[in-house]
């Protein structure tokens, strides 16, 4: 239930990440292990992540950047000028400079959890549009955030692209979209990323590509659990698999134990049978309608939606 929960990083006294350990100890004490996929961006992760985004299989990031460079003027024109960005998430994406040059935007805000991530991410944007202001946040966006003073009388565009609100499930989805309104205030606008249902193979093999850089990337949540958490999981017995859930409408990534297991993390001991999984994503596909029901159920209305030529992906402007 608690999977995909985005919240604070928490660091205690003997350097451990208590937040992560309390997860991992509880997903593994569940009848269906699982631990929240936030957990998969350590360094290591988000560097296999940034790799998954240039595979031939991977196609969100390919249609998303498609999207924000063929369909720019219509952006613009749905949007229009002087609008403060507020984008959640930052990273380090190529994405940000598409939409800021299509838009004539007023203000640049990056909200990010990491510092680093941040300043990194306000600084290539500074080096590109040298004329627009540049309003770092540090904050969990999860939670309100009090935006600058300097963008508080400007109207808001807040950008959530890759389709990162599938990494949630729907109640933590609809809590998000709600907190960004109140974040971003009456009249504000959000262009928002969601990937589309599929055939379930084209999914699939987005999530577990040729070259295995999806699979090291779920392995490597195992070899964290080794490395922080004094962890004695076999990694050599694992199997990375992607399922497609079509009830719930997600792919679901799972570290499949290929024998009878026994391990310990943090002390305690954990057993595995074989075949049993650890369920350590959930990527949410969606039809049009689903992605305008959770919309309007987290206080957005769509007025405008996109999509790449091949149809795989939709980029969403819905108004508060
Ligand atoms: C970050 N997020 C939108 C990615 C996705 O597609 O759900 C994470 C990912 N997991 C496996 N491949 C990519």
Redesign the pocket.
């Known amino acids: 239930p608690a999977n995909n929960d985005l919240r604070l990083v928490d660091i205690d006294d003997d350097g451990v990440n208590r937040a992560f350990r309390e997860d991992v100890l509880q997903g593994l004490s569940e009848e269906q292990k699982a631990i929240p996929a936030r957990w998969l961006y350590d360094d290591a992760g988000s560097q296999l992540?940034e790799d998954?985004t240039d595979l031939a299989e991977?196609y969100?990031t390919r249609a998303e950047t498609e999207i924000l460079r063929e369909r720019g003027s219509e952006f613009a024109e749905a949007i229009g000028p002087g609008r403060a960005v507020v984008e959640f998430g930052s990273g380090s994406s190529v994405k940000t400079p598409l939409l800021l040059n299509q838009i004539e935007p007023a203000a640049y805000v990056p909200l990010d959890i990491s510092g680093d991530f941040l300043r990194a991410a306000a600084d290539a944007l500074g080096r590109k549009f040298p004329d627009l202001p540049v309003y770092p946040v540090e904050a969990d966006f999860m939670r309100r955030v009090e935006l600058p003073e300097a963008v508080a009388d400007m109207p808001h565009l807040g950008f959530f692209p890759?389709?990162?609100i599938?990494?949630m499930v729907p109640r933590t989805a609809v809590d998000l979209l709600r907190t960004m309104r109140e974040t971003l205030g009456e009249g504000s606008m959000l262009l928002i990323g969601m990937d589309l249902v599929k055939d379930p193979k084209v999914l699939e093999a987005a999530?577990d590509d040729g070259k295995g850089v999806?699979g090291e990337?779920n392995l490597n949540l195992a070899r964290r659990i080794n490395r922080e958490l004094g962890g004695t999981i076999p990694v050599e017995h694992l199997r990375h698999e992607a399922r497609w859930n079509d009830d719930f409408a997600r792919v679901e990534?799972h570290l499949v134990a290929q024998a009878d297991l026994d391990f310990e993390v943090a002390g305690k001991r954990f057993t595995m049978s074989a075949g049993e999984t650890i369920h350590t994503?959930n990527?949410h596909k969606f039809t049009r309608r689903s992605s305008h029901t959770l919309l309007l159920a987290g206080g957005w209305t769509p007025v405008a939606r996109w999509l790449d030529s091949a149809e795989q992906f939709s980029l969403i402007l819905a108004e508060a």
């Open positions: 992540f998954i991977y969100p890759g389709s990162t599938g990494n999530y999806t990337f990534m994503e990527s």
